[in-house]
T-cell receptor
Framework: KAGVTQTPRYLIKTRGQQVTLSCSPI?????VSWYQQTPGQGLQFLFE???????NKGNFPGRFSGRQFSNSRSEMNVSTLELGDSALYLC????????????FGEGSRLTVL | AQSVTQLGSHVSVSEGALVLLRCNYS??????LFWYVQYPNQGLQLLLK??????LVKGINGFEAEFKKSETSFHLTKPSAHMSDAAEYFC???????????????FGQGTTLQVKP
């Protein structure tokens, strides 16, 4: 079974630009979550989608948005990039076991210049 | 609300020595607890999980953790460290509202394990 796939793995943007990150969950998993990881703040929850609906949202500005498609693939978008948005963005999928166990992708490392 | 505290942001051990990484949690309901490991430039890999079955949980790569409700702890141990164990380790608890999981994990700040030859 293929794991969680995130693209792109690395990207560099400049301030003010926008970026879209993609995530393909494990086959059969309907829940996709996104986390931001930075050295200073650690792992912070962005949002979670289940069957194309956002079920939970973290404390991030509206510049951060996401969506989920009918095939469970998910995208997140960050508009008007700021230097502080430089981070590793991790996607995780869940098979709905009820325990909350997450399976993570390798992440997309965003650098904002 | 749930929370996780990992004691010690950096732990250094010699190869072959005992590894002990500490995690304390706060939860108003029986928790589901996890340990994840992250190698440089990679995502998080599940080491082990506690889901209210046996209190001593065995995971991959020789790691194990013991759930102690009275101490609200879930410390990670390994009898003999290998150089390949050098990584960052995260303890996490499932967030719940009432008796339902929200789909979110709450992570500790992480502990970097250094293994010296």
């Amino acid at each position: 079974k293929a794991g969680v796939t995130q693209t792109p793995r690395y990207l560099i943007k400049t301030r003010g630009q926008q970026v879209t990150l993609s995530c393909s969950p494990i086959s059969g998993h309907r829940s996709v979550s996104w986390y931001q990881q930075t050295p200073g703040q650690g792992l912070q929850f962005l949002f979670e989608y289940f069957s194309e609906t956002q079920r939970n949202k973290g404390n991030f500005p509206g510049r951060f948005s996401g969506r989920q498609f009918s095939n469970s693939r998910s995208e997140m978008n960050v508009s008007t990039l700021e230097l502080g948005d430089s981070a590793l963005y991790l996607c995780a999928s869940s098979g709905g076991t009820g325990t909350g166990e997450l399976f993570f992708g390798e992440g997309s490392r965003l650098t904002v210049l | 609300a749930q929370s996780v505290t990992q004691l010690g942001s950096h732990v250094s051990v010699s190869e072959g020595a005992l590894v002990l990484l500490r995690c304390n949690y706060s939860s108003s309901v029986p928790p589901y607890l996890f340990w994840y490991v992250q190698y440089p430039n990679q995502g998080l890999q599940l080491l082990l999980k506690y889901t209210s079955a046996a209190t001593l949980v065995k995971g991959i790569n020789g790691f194990e953790a013991e759930f102690k409700k009275s101490e609200t702890s879930f410390h990670l141990t390994k009898p003999s460290a290998h150089m390949s164990d050098a990584a960052e380790y995260f303890c996490a608890v499932t967030e719940t509202h009432g008796s339902s999981n929200t789909g979110k994990l709450i992570f500790g700040q992480g502990t970097t394990l250094q293994v010296k030859p």
